[in-house]
C-alpha cells in the first residue's frame, strides 16, 4: 500500500505560479511511476502531468506544455507538479496518482487514469481571472 498527500493547493491570481507537492509513505516510492490529474467542477477527471520511475520520461496535457513540470525526489519520496503562468482554465482538484511498476517499464510515463493504482485526497487550485 502506498498513501499519497498531496499539498500547495490554494488561490492565485492569473499569471502567477503554485508548487504542489506529493508526498508518499508506506511502500518503497522509487517503485512507482506517477502522475498528476485533475477536475474541475462539472467535469470528468484529466490526465495532466506523468513522470516515469526512472524519472527519465514525463509526459503533460498539450494545454500545460511549456507551463507545468513534473519532477520527483526519490530520496524524499516527493512528486511535484511546478506550474507557471496559471490561467482560470486551470481551477481544479489536482490529484497525485502513483502506479506500481515492474523494472522493465521503468521509462514509461503513464498517461491513463486507469493505470494507476494510488490516489491522493486531491489539492484545491483556484486561478482568478
Known amino acids: 500500500q502506498v498513501q499519497l498527500v498531496e499539498s500547495g493547493g490554494g488561490l492565485v491570481q492569473a499569471g502567477g505560479s503554485l508548487r504542489l507537492s506529493c508526498a508518499a509513505s508506506?511502500?518503497?516510492?522509487?517503485?512507482?511511476?506517477m502522475g498528476w490529474f485533475r477536475q474541475a467542477p462539472g467535469k470528468e477527471r484529466e490526465f495532466v502531468a506523468a513522470?516515469?520511475?526512472?524519472?527519465?520520461?514525463?509526459s503533460y496535457k498539450e494545454s500545460v506544455q511549456g507551463r507545468f513540470t513534473i519532477s520527483r525526489n526519490s530520496a524524499k519520496d516527493t512528486v511535484y507538479l511546478q506550474m507557471n503562468s496559471l490561467k482560470p482554465e486551470n481551477t481544479a482538484v489536482y490529484y497525485c496518482?502513483?502506479?506500481?511498476?515492474?523494472?522493465?517499464?521503468?521509462?514509461?510515463?503513464?498517461?491513463?487514469?486507469?493505470?494507476?493504482?494510488?490516489w491522493g485526497q486531491g489539492t484545491q487550485v483556484t486561478v482568478s481571472s
Open positions: 496518482a502513483a502506479k506500481s511498476i515492474a523494472l522493465i517499464r521503468r521509462n514509461y510515463a503513464y498517461i491513463k487514469d486507469e493505470d494507476y493504482d494510488y
Open positions: 508506506g511502500r518503497t516510492f522509487s517503485s512507482y511511476a
Open positions: 513522470i516515469s520511475w526512472s524519472g527519465e520520461s514525463t
